[in-house]
């Protein structure tokens, strides 16, 4: 410990002494160890930490399976079942897969807010206690309408302020009073951002139907029970479900995994893609802090002698050069911390929504300690290979007069090798960063199937009793639709139940009429869409055939049908469609039959990177509709169009956040060019830091042969002789550098096709540009200390010597 204390007094003294050598080496380590800390932050919320409920582990999630599809909602009346039937779960409990909008009244104009359907046992299987009141039971559930609610905290805080009076009075939602029975204490957004809970109705008429899957299960495993016990007690319950009720059962399962599984998704791969390119930069820092670190001991070559000759042992002088090592990166980490939390305050502005539990990232204690540990091993890494090759002393050598200034030829291939490795690394960066941008303009290049310019947004929920028949629907949105388009600033309004690229979907099973399958099992699956008024018109989607719907489809329920060019080449691919019958699962166990009037082109409903879906639409003013509008002008500006027409037919109703489709289209990329962005500024460093490693290298060798070029220049070398020389020797590492990097990254970029979209791993013009950027900038890099030595006068150098 003495000797360690006198290395670190003594090292600090060093780096005092040297302020230049310091703060560059702190910095280039501060950039490598504070692009880790900063993404180690992200994948520490998203991937490590728990769930902040108790024992996470044994927390499940569950999702229907059947032979057209692997991730569908399960039915309310078969989760009865399997909660009654099952005993691998202490609480076994379901929510709607998405929330529902309510107005909310109140002393001012109502509000929409977020509601979400849960069954009774959904807050004891996550553990959560509300602070006032208490959670829903069983006998909650027993009631047609809710009767209810429990409030979120946000909800509580901003529209009740915080008053614990509120449990046990009723709230108006839609019209109807509910009674508030609790109050939860803190917001969970890992699940939802619902800003009240109500219970299951499980009277109600659409809660009896066991073909009408809305419900994601959430449980916990008892004590010792594993998962595939469990999941092997949830397959028998399915087989005994599917003997009682062929018709709607046949092939049904479920399906269970981890409840953390769910948020992960796949961000997994794009997470660790990531975190592979930053250590990257890491190394790429390390080894230009070595090569510092090279240059610096052969300054101090007769001062390391001296102490070899005083009676220092080789490895105390290791041990001395490697304390001065930890101090830098210990530095560098220090400053790096306070970079990283710059950059997770910047992650956080622009981080995509889809990014789950993006607001919990944070420098936590777990994160600081993985910052330490980088620091130590960065230290390892940059600081043994000097401090090894300093420590073979030739005494003799380095005490002579003249020892100062002799050179190794072992020294400079060294240089050269750091130089070639960090090419070779920040090539690999580069052209990942290029694949990512390559792939991002391909993607906001792609045809979305419908023009996103001029058009606004919102959604309206009719889910009051008052709406009720479906032709009070129709008759709301024909109203509203006249409405809006009585204003000069509208060219056309329409509805659909789900908006493209808005995370909003649905489909079901069907089977044409004119060939239907012998067993249940073969139908087919499409998505499906209600829509009202000029739905189609708005998008601009093109009709390709037929015709579009009228006002009366709607009113007189004529069993007609849509479909886009997708549907029609899939299951119609030698024949004309119009006139054909779809027999289609709406809700109930006998299909309906449906004429096709029409074929509408293809939309990207889903995301920009997947291919197009076949779609059906339907004639029907749903209880949840988009309304969409083209205007004339700026889309902003018809939102006081819409709320006027709505306040004018119903004053309780309030439309939902107003949003342009451009901006549906800009969120829908926000993953890919947040990942353009966090690769673009790693290439960007990596860059920065080869091109400042290349200059340092060839600074110090032009330092060192000022004696042999001013030797040259006196026996006749002209400048541009020198120049070439130089700049040579750099673009010949710089060159080396670019073909193993080449090598390395057709190798590397394998880990990236499932985050690449239209582009290949090894995409030939990516790798060239890049090979082409990385020369000039090393070509540039060579050319400074090039002009330097090409100012060497041979008199004053020889003169030196």
């Excluded at 609480?91 to 979400?116: C, R, T, W, Y």
């Excluded at 302020?161 to 709230?171: F, S, Y």
Aim: aromatic share 8%.
């Amino acid at each position: 410990m003495t000797s360690f204390l006198q290395d670190v007094r003594y090292s600090l003294r060093m780096i005092a002494n040297a302020p230049s050598f310091a703060a560059i080496a702190i910095l280039t380590l501060a950039l490598g160890i504070g692009a880790n800390t900063a993404i180690f932050s992200v994948v520490n919320a998203v991937l490590l930490r728990p769930l902040p409920f108790a024992n996470p582990s044994r927390l499940i999630w569950a999702w229907g399976t059947c032979p057209l599809c692997d991730g569908a909602a399960i039915s309310p009346v078969d989760f009865v079942d399997y909660r009654a039937r099952n005993r691998s779960f202490t609480h076994f409990a379901a929510m709607s897969i998405e929330d529902s909008l309510f107005n909310l009244a109140g002393n001012d104009k109502p509000i929409q807010v977020n509601g979400k359907m849960v069954t009774a046992g959904f807050f004891e299987a996550l553990n959560i206690v509300p602070r006032y009141g208490r959670v829903f039971n069983l006998a909650d559930e027993k009631t047609a309408e809710p009767q209810v609610v429990i409030l979120s905290h946000h909800l509580w805080q901003e529209r009740y302020a915080l008053d614990p009076g509120i449990v046990g009075t009723a709230i108006t939602l839609d019209g109807q009073s509910r009674t508030v029975v609790g109050v939860l204490a803190i917001d969970y957004p890992v699940l939802t951002t619902a800003d009240f809970w109500y219970p299951a109705p499980y009277l109600a008429q659409g809660m009896q139907s066991r073909g009408a899957h809305f419900l994601r299960v959430v449980a916990r495993l008892q004590p010792g029970v594993s998962i595939s016990k469990a999941q092997s007690e949830l397959d028998t319950i399915a087989k005994q479900l599917e003997r009682e009720y062929p018709k709607t059962d046949s092939h049904w399962g479920i399906a269970i995994a981890p409840l953390q599984s769910m948020f992960v998704g796949n961000v997994r791969q794009a997470l660790f893609v990531i975190v592979g390119l930053v250590g990257l930069v890491l190394l790429i820092a390390c080894a230009n802090v070595a090569s510092l670190l090279l240059a610096r001991n052969t300054a101090r070559r007769r001062e390391i002698a001296i102490r070899v000759a005083l009676g220092a042992g080789r490895a105390r002088l290791i041990a001395q050069l490697l304390t001065e090592a930890l101090l830098l990166a210990l530095a560098g980490g220090a400053a790096g911390v306070l970079l990283a939390q710059a950059c997770v305050d910047s992650l956080k502005r622009l981080g995509p929504q889809s990014l789950p539990r993006l607001d919990e990232v944070n420098v936590s204690g777990g994160v600081l300690l993985f910052t330490l540990c980088v620091a130590v091993l960065a230290a390892i890494v940059f600081g043994l290979g000097p401090a090894l090759s300093a420590s073979r002393v030739d005494l003799t050598q380095r005490l002579k007069e003249g020892g100062a200034s002799g050179n190794s030829r072992s020294r400079h291939r060294v240089h050269g090798v750091l130089v070639v490795a960090e090419v070779a690394l920040s090539m690999v960066v580069l052209i990942a960063s290029g694949l990512l941008l390559n792939s991002f303009w391909h993607l906001m290049r792609v045809r979305l199937g419908f023009n996103p310019a001029h058009v606004l947004t919102t959604q309206v929920e009719l889910v009051s009793p008052k709406y009720d028949p479906a032709v009070r629907r129709e008759a709301f949105c024909h109203e509203l639709e006249e409405g809006i388009r009585s204003s000069p600033a509208v060219a056309s309004v329409g509805f659909v139940s789900e908006l493209p690229l808005s995370g909003q979907a649905n489909d079901t099973f069907f089977t044409t009429a004119e060939n239907p399958p012998a067993d249940p099992k073969d139908y087919s699956d499409a998505d499906f869409r209600g829509v009202y008024g000029d739905y189609f018109g708005a998008m601009q989607i093109p009709l390709l055939a037929g015709r579009e719907f009228t006002r009366e489809d709607a009113m007189e329920m004529r069993q007609v049908v849509i479909v886009n060019e997708p549907f029609a080449r899939k299951f119609f691919p030698h024949e004309n469609p119009l006139g054909k019958h779809l027999k289609i699962f709406e809700s109930s166990p006998e299909l309906a039959s449906r004429e096709i009037i029409g074929v509408v082109g293809g939309v990207k409903h889903f995301a920009l990177q997947e291919d197009l879906r076949a779609e059906m639409f339907m004639p029907v003013a749903s209880s949840k509709m988009n309304v969409v509008v083209r205007g004339t002008a700026d889309p902003a500006m018809l939102a006081s169009v819409v709320r006027e027409a709505l306040q004018k037919i119903d004053p309780e109703e309030a439309p939902a956040a107003f949003r342009t489709m451009d901006d549906v289209v800009s969120s829908s990329a926000a993953g890919d060019r947040f990942n353009v962005l966090l690769l673009g500024a790693f290439g960007a460093i990596a860059l920065l830091l080869t091109a400042a490693g290349i200059f340092g290298v060839l600074s110090y060798l032009v330092t060192q042969q000022t004696r042999e070029i001013g030797l040259r220049m006196s026996l006749g070398a002209q400048r541009a002789d020198v120049l070439r020389v130089i700049v040579g020797h750099g673009t010949w590492l710089a060159l080396l550098g670019v073909g193993i990097g080449i090598a390395c990254s057709l190798v590397a970029t394998r880990w990236m096709t499932s985050v690449l979209f239209d582009v290949k791993p090894a995409d030939p013009l990516t790798f060239a540009a890049v090979g082409v950027l990385l020369g000039a900038v090393s070509v540039a890099a060579s050319y400074l200390p090039a002009r330097r030595a090409m100012r060497v006068d041979p008199m004053v150098a020889l003169r030196h010597e």
